[in-house]
């Protein structure tokens, strides 16, 4: 019933940026938080950024003062937008939307996934 299409990924240079988007469709009252994950072979799946229905934001120890997540919620669409990007970057990057439905509890959904690679 709800679909989350995320775009922006890619193979970048260390030092460059990148700005994903991550878009959801579908019958949707409303969406409370929103976040970014990312998974790298061998490791588990990470929180990258979260950012609430306030806008207020927490990131990774990892990713501070790099990257800024941000929300358009007339689009239902969350931003990462990555700056001095590092070789330990490079990962698929997941959206993930906490979604309010209509009529029904609402539950988590995750985008399919966009590779960030960053070469050194």
């Known amino acids: 019933q709800v679909q989350l299409v995320e775009s922006g990924g890619g193979l970048v240079q260390a030092g460059g940026s990148l700005r994903l988007s991550c878009v959801a469709s579908?019958?949707?009252?409303?969406?409370?938080?929103m976040g970014w994950y990312r998974q790298s072979p061998g490791k588990q799946r990470e929180l990258v950024a979260t950012?609430?229905?306030?806008?207020?934001?927490n990131y990774a120890d990892s990713v501070k003062g790099r990257f800024t997540i941000s929300r358009d919620n007339a689009k239902n669409t969350v931003y990462l937008q990555m700056n001095s990007l590092k070789p330990e970057d490079t990962a698929v990057y997941y959206c993930?939307?906490?979604?309010?439905?209509?009529?029904?509890?609402?539950?988590?959904?995750w985008g399919q996934g966009t590779q960030v690679t960053v070469s050194s």
């Open positions: 950012i609430t229905s306030g806008r207020t934001t």
């Open positions: 579908g019958s949707i009252s409303s969406i409370n938080a």
């Open positions: 993930n939307f906490h979604v309010n439905l209509w009529a029904r509890p609402g539950r988590d959904y």
